[in-house]
């Protein structure tokens, strides 16, 4: 039994699947998750009317720092605690007794419902994209209706699923594939529209200082904190690398520098795309109404030739397509941990291996099928896909930050890692408490005015149901029998039966 088997025993579990990931691979899945590719070419019209270039280039670098302190939060404790339950694991295990069940329990779901919702929001956002390309190459005569968005999104999914289904030696190849995409697709684009944009293009005091307010608030201070949520949506996911330790060697540096690195390089290639679009921007009105949908196809399309934007955008696809891949890996392995602790209905299937393919099967098509149900409001409502971006956001960031809060009330439960903060932990802790408590308040807002039906943000909505489903299964229920993480080198299968069966 190898260092990391032990170690994973130690924790209370057996080694299931199998280490295939190496420390970049690691990297590349939390990479993947994140990928600014995906989330500035979903969001970028948000950002435009929210507060326009101003607020997106600068809290763009005001949120990633913030983000940096959340993820060396959370690096210190997985560096202690490497396993593909991560974050309701870690709460378990920072708390005294009395409290591990509610606390892995809450964290758990919070995490769990923000992984469907953010793999929901990629794939959703990445077949948005897709209409978009077919109509520039149809030279604009061919506007998708929703039922043409939900089919697309259909056929991303199964893709996603297939290919996860397929072992972790492809996938591992497939990781490695979208490492350097992720890396140079953003970079090539940037560069490529720096360097060719034709005159017209927009000036740096336009880039650094311009603002835009297209809600009809009036005040300056709402729109800018409302646009936070453009930047910090697409610095989410990063948790993938966690989740994938058990299948990773050195699992406790990987698993930490995953995340870091993740969010890093991330945070940089993005603010260079940020910064290469608004520059090549020609008229900001036609800009945010374009027929493409999309400011960013627009913009390519005001600089380059239909053939051109075409391949660009392809590159921007192929890296949307690669994050949700990674996001369904990350999502069923967190399911795989979930049930294997018993806590979701169903359990004794979502935690199953296959045999031949060694992974978790089941949870993969399961988190495919959630992620499908949770576009098709599309069809009746066209602001499904903002709330789903925004409950994405809320669930993961709170879920990001309980292990943290347990740590930071009960610090003698921690036992550091081989990455650990050392003196500045409590500090960064405390800012990155506080922040998530800010953003979890700004992200439920409403985004225009006036407020009704259609304009609503319904994450609010999607976060009160999370916390009533969620307490629902504990208060009558779950209390009784839930025990938080479960050791499962010596309950027998007759015991799990049990356990399972009370769900």
């Given at each position: ?103 892995s329990w809450f964290t758990g779901w919070f995490n769990l419902i923000g992984q469907f919702a953010v793999t929901a929001a990629i794939d959703f956002g990445l077949a948005l994209l897709v209409a978009s390309v077919v109509s520039v190459g149809l030279n604009l005569q061919w506007s998708p209706r929703p039922f043409h ?350 356990i399972v069966m009370r769900f």
């Open positions: 039994m190898d260092s990391d088997a032990l170690r994973l025993q130690s924790l209370g579990y057996k080694q299931e699947l199998s280490r295939n990931f190496n420390r970049l691979t690691n990297y590349g899945v939390a990479l993947s998750v994140v990928s600014v590719s995906s989330g500035l070419s979903s969001l970028f019209l948000y950002g435009m009317v929210t507060g326009g270039p101003v607020v997106m280039v600068w809290a763009w670098v005001f949120v990633a720092i913030l983000t940096v302190c959340v993820t060396l939060s959370m690096a210190e404790i997985c560096s202690s605690y490497p396993t593909s339950g991560g974050l309701y694991y870690w709460s378990g295990i920072l708390v005294p007794k009395g409290y591990k069940p509610i606390a968005i939900v089919l697309i999104n259909l056929g991303i999914v199964f893709t996603h699923g297939l290919c996860n289904s397929m072992g972790p030696r492809f996938l591992s190849w497939l990781t490695h594939v979208s490492v350097w995409w992720q890396l140079f697709a953003p970079i090539i684009v940037s560069l490529a529209l720096l360097i060719g944009m034709k005159t017209g293009h927009q000036t740096a005091s336009f880039v650094f200082t311009k603002f835009e307010n297209y809600t009809d608030w009036s005040s300056i201070g709402y729109v800018v904190l409302i646009g936070l949520l453009q930047a910090q949506y697409c610095l989410s996911g990063y948790d993938a690398a966690a989740h994938m330790t058990e299948e990773t060697r050195k699992a406790d540096v990987a698993g930490a520098w995953g995340m870091i690195g993740a969010v890093v390089v991330s945070a940089i290639t993005g603010w260079l795309f940020l910064i290469a679009f608004f520059f090549g921007i020609h008229d900001y009105e036609a800009t945010v109404n374009s027929l493409t949908g999309f400011p960013m196809t627009q913009i390519l399309l005001d600089n380059f030739s239909k053939q051109l934007t075409i391949f660009f955008m392809c590159l921007i696809l192929v890296a949307c397509w690669f994050c949700g891949l990674a996001s369904v890996t990350a999502n069923s392995r967190m399911i795989y941990a979930f049930s294997r602790d018993h806590a979701m209905p169903g359990s004794r299937w979502w935690h199953q291996i296959h045999p031949r393919l060694a992974c978790p099967l089941n949870a993969v098509w399961l988190s495919c099928f959630i992620a499908f149900i949770l576009c098709l409001p599309y069809l009746g409502n066209s602001t499904a896909y903002s709330a789903i971006t925004s409950l994405s956001t809320i669930c993961l960031y709170i879920s990001y930050i309980l292990p943290v809060v347990c740590k930071t009330i009960f610090p003698r439960s921690f036992v550091r890692g081989p990455f650990h903060l050392g003196r500045f932990s409590k500090p960064i802790n405390i800012i990155a408490i506080v922040w998530v408590c800010l953003i979890t308040v700004l992200f439920l807002l409403p985004p225009v005015h006036p407020v009704t039906a259609s304009t609503m943000n319904y994450a609010s909505v999607g976060i009160g149901a999370v916390v009533i489903f969620s307490g629902l299964g504990y208060v009558p229920s779950a209390r009784r029998w839930f025990q938080g993480p479960v050791n499962n080198l010596d309950l027998d299968e007759k015991q799990a039966e049990i």
